[in-house]
C-alpha cells in the first residue's frame, strides 16, 4: 500500500508539472480566445481569412512530402542499418542522432552552403539550386532533419524482430523474401511509421525553414499564430488557431506515442545483425541508400563549418568568425556573441536538469508499474503535441503578470526547454529501465527501505548510463531550441542564444557573421553529442 502511494505520488507530480505549465495556461489561452472571438463562431472566423487557410494547406503539404520521401529514403537505409554488421557500425548510427539535436537553423544555412547560389555544389551545378529555396528548400531542409530519425526508428524496428522466428523459418526452407514477410516486416514498417509520423508533425509544425526559405507564401500555421500574436498583438485570434492547430495534429502525435510503446517491446530475444552478404544486390541497393543519406548529412555538417571560414566569393580566411565578435555584431544583437553563449549554456543546462528530475519520477513510476509507461510518455508528450509556439504564446499570457516581460522571462524560457526536451529524454531511459528487473528494488525494500529509496539506492546506479544520455540528450535539445525561445525572448536583449543570433543574422542579410554563428552552435552540438557518445550506452537507446 506504501508503495501504491509513493507511484501515485511520483506521477502525480510529473502530471502537476505538465499541466501547470502546460496544460492549464494553453486551455486558458484557449477559452479565452474562443470566448472573445464569438464562442463557436470563433472557428469560422478563425480560418475566415485567406493566410490562415493558407497556413494550414502549407502546413499539411509540407509534412506530406517531407514524411513520404523522409520515409522513402528512410527505409531502405534503415533497414541496411538494422539488418546488417560491418565495421564502425554503432559509431555511425550515433553519429545519425546529431542532426536531429541541431536546430533547423544550421540546417537552413547547411542547405543554403551546399545548395545555394554559392554553396559547394549548388554554385558549380546551378540546377541543384532549385533544391535550396522556396517550398523545395522548406522540404530539403526538414529531410535532412528528419531522415536520419526515419532511418534509427526503422533499424530499431528490425532489432525488436524475433530471432527465434527468422531462425524457424530458415530451418523450414523459407528463403529472403519469406523471413521479410513472416519475421521483420511489420517490426521495421512500425519503426518507420514512428519515423514518418514524427517527421509530418515537426515538418507540419516548422518555424524558421518557410520564413528564412520561402517567405510568407510558405507560412505554417505555427508561424501564423506567431504573427498573429506577436506581431499583430491578436493574442485571442491566435489562441482560436492554435486550439485548431492542437486538434488538427492530435491524431497524428498519439499515433506516434502509441507506435513507440509498440516498437519499444522487447522480443523473446534480441535480434543481432548478421554479416553484409557479399553477392546480395538487394543489401547492396540498401548500402547505397545508407551511405547517400550518411553522405548528405556529412555534406552539410562540412558546409557549415567550411562556410565560417572560407566567406562565399573568396575573402579572408576566417573572416565571418572575425565578424561574429564585431562591434557591429554585438550592436545588432543588443548583446556580445559571449553573452549569447553563456545564456545558451545556462538555460540548456537548467532546461536538461529539470527534464532529469521530471524523467526519473516517471521511471520510478515506470519501474513499480510498467503499465504506467503509456501514461508517462503521453503525459510528457503533450508539450510537443502544443507545439513551440504554441506553448511559448500560453506561458507568456498566463504568467506574464510574474514576469511582466522583464528579464524574469528567463524562467519561463527554462520550463519551455524542458517541458520540450522531457518526452525524449524520457524515451532515453526506458530500454535501461526494462532491463532491469525487480529484484535489487525489492532486496532493498526487504531491508528496510522505503520504494522511493529502494529505486534511488538499488535502480538509478544501474540506470547511469540511461541517466547520462538522457541528461545530455535534453541538453542538446535545449541548446537548440528556437521556436519557443525567440517568442519568449522578444521583449529583451539580454536574454539573446546562439539559435536566436543565428536567426536574426541570417534574416537580416548579414551572412558572414550568420556563418560563424552557425557553426559555433554546431561545434556546441558536436561537443554534447561527443559527450553522449563518450557515455558508452547501448546501441539501441
Known amino acids: 500500500m506504501r508503495g501504491a502511494r509513493t507511484d501515485l505520488a511520483l506521477l502525480a507530480a510529473v502530471v502537476a508539472v505538465v499541466a501547470a505549465f502546460a496544460l492549464v495556461p494553453s486551455a486558458a489561452l484557449f477559452a479565452r480566445g474562443i470566448a472573445s472571438e464569438g464562442g463557436a463562431g470563433a472557428f469560422g472566423a478563425a480560418l475566415a481569412p485567406a493566410l ?44 545519425l542522432l546529431l542532426p536531429f539535436l541541431l536546430p533547423s537553423l544550421v540546417m537552413v544555412l547547411g ?17 541543384l539550386r532549385w533544391y535550396a529555396a522556396g517550398l523545395p528548400g522548406v522540404i530539403v531542409v526538414n529531410l535532412f532533419y528528419n531522415v536520419p530519425i526515419v532511418v534509427v526508428l526503422t533499424a530499431s524496428g528490425c532489432e525488436a524482430s524475433s530471432a527465434e522466428l527468422e531462425e524457424t523459418v530458415a530451418t523450414l526452407g523459407g528463403g529472403p523474401a519469406r523471413a521479410y514477410l513472416e519475421t521483420w516486416a511489420a517490426p521495421s514498417s512500425v519503426g518507420a511509421a514512428c519515423g514518418a509520423l514524427l517527421t509530418f508533425v515537426l515538418s507540419a509544425l516548422s518555424f524558421a525553414p518557410p520564413i528564412l526559405l520561402c517567405g510568407t507564401s510558405c507560412d505554417t500555421v505555427e508561424v501564423r499564430v506567431y504573427d498573429l500574436a506577436e506581431l499583430h498583438g491578436a493574442t485571442y485570434s491566435a489562441g482560436v488557431l492554435a486550439f485548431l492547430l492542437v486538434v488538427a495534429f492530435l491524431g497524428p502525435a498519439l499515433v506516434y506515442v502509441l507506435l513507440v510503446r509498440r516498437l519499444r517491446a522487447a522480443p523473446g530475444r534480441r535480434y543481432r545483425p548478421r554479416e553484409l552478404p557479399r553477392r ?18 556529412l555534406a552539410l555538417v562540412t558546409s557549415v563549418l567550411l562556410r565560417s571560414l572560407v566567406p562565399p ?48 519520477a516517471g521511471a520510478f513510476a ?75 528494488a525489492e532486496a532493498a525494500e526487504t531491508l528496510g527501505s522505503t520504494p522511493w529509496g529502494a529505486f534511488v539506492d538499488a535502480d ?64 556546441l552540438s558536436l561537443a554534447v553529442f561527443a559527450a553522449i557518445v563518450a557515455t558508452g550506452g547501448d546501441e539501441r537507446d
Do not use: K
Not at 552552403?113 to 554554385?123: I, K
Not at 545558451?344 to 536538461?352: D, E, G, K, R, S
Not at 509507461?373 to 506553448?391: D, E, K, R
Open 460 to 523: 538509478l546506479p544501474r540506470l547511469r548510463r540511461g541517466l547520462q544520455t538522457a541528461l545530455l540528450f535534453g541538453f542538446a535539445l535545449g541548446l537548440g531550441e528556437f521556436t519557443a525561445t525567440y517568442f519568449l525572448v522578444s521583449s529583451t536583449s539580454r536574454l539573446v542564444t546562439v539559435p536566436i543570433a543565428v536567426f536574426d543574422l541570417t534574416n537580416d542579410r548579414l551572412n558572414g557573421a550568420a556563418a560563424a554563428a552557425a557553426a559555433l552552435l554546431l561545434l
Open 52 to 95: 490562415a487557410r493558407r497556413a494550414f494547406e502549407n502546413s499539411l503539404e509540407q509534412g506530406l512530402w517531407s514524411a513520404g520521401l523522409a520515409l522513402a529514403l528512410g527505409y531502405p537505409a534503415g533497414v541496411f542499418l538494422g539488418r546488417y554488421r560491418w565495421p564502425g557500425r554503432s559509431t555511425v548510427r550515433s553519429a
Open 366 to 440: 515506470v519501474a513499480r508499474r510498467p503499465r504506467l509507461a503509456i501514461v508517462v510518455a503521453l503525459v510528457l508528450f503533450v508539450p510537443v503535441l502544443l507545439s513551440p509556439v504554441v506553448l511559448a504564446v500560453a506561458l507568456t499570457t498566463f504568467f506574464r503578470p510574474l514576469v511582466d516581460g522583464g528579464t524574469d522571462v528567463w524562467v519561463l524560457i527554462v520550463v519551455s526547454q524542458a517541458l520540450l526536451a522531457a518526452p525524449f529524454a524520457f524515451q532515453s531511459l526506458e530500454l535501461p529501465l526494462a532491463g532491469l528487473g525487480a529484484e535489487g
Open 111 to 127: 542547405v543554403l552552403d551546399l545548395l545555394g547560389p554559392s554553396g559547394l555544389l549548388g554554385g558549380p551545378l546551378p540546377a
Open 280 to 297: 546480395s544486390p538487394s543489401a547492396w541497393a540498401l548500402a547505397a541508400t545508407f551511405a547517400l543519406v550518411v553522405g548528405g548529412e
Open 313 to 360: 566569393g573568396g575573402g579572408r580566411w576566417g573572416h565571418p568568425w572575425q565578424l561574429l565578435f564585431a562591434a557591429s555584431t554585438t550592436a545588432h544583437l543588443g548583446v556580445p556573441v559571449s553573452s549569447a553563449v553563456v545564456n545558451t549554456l545556462f538555460f540548456a543546462a537548467l532546461a536538461a536538469s529539470v527534464g532529469i528530475v521530471l524523467s526519473v
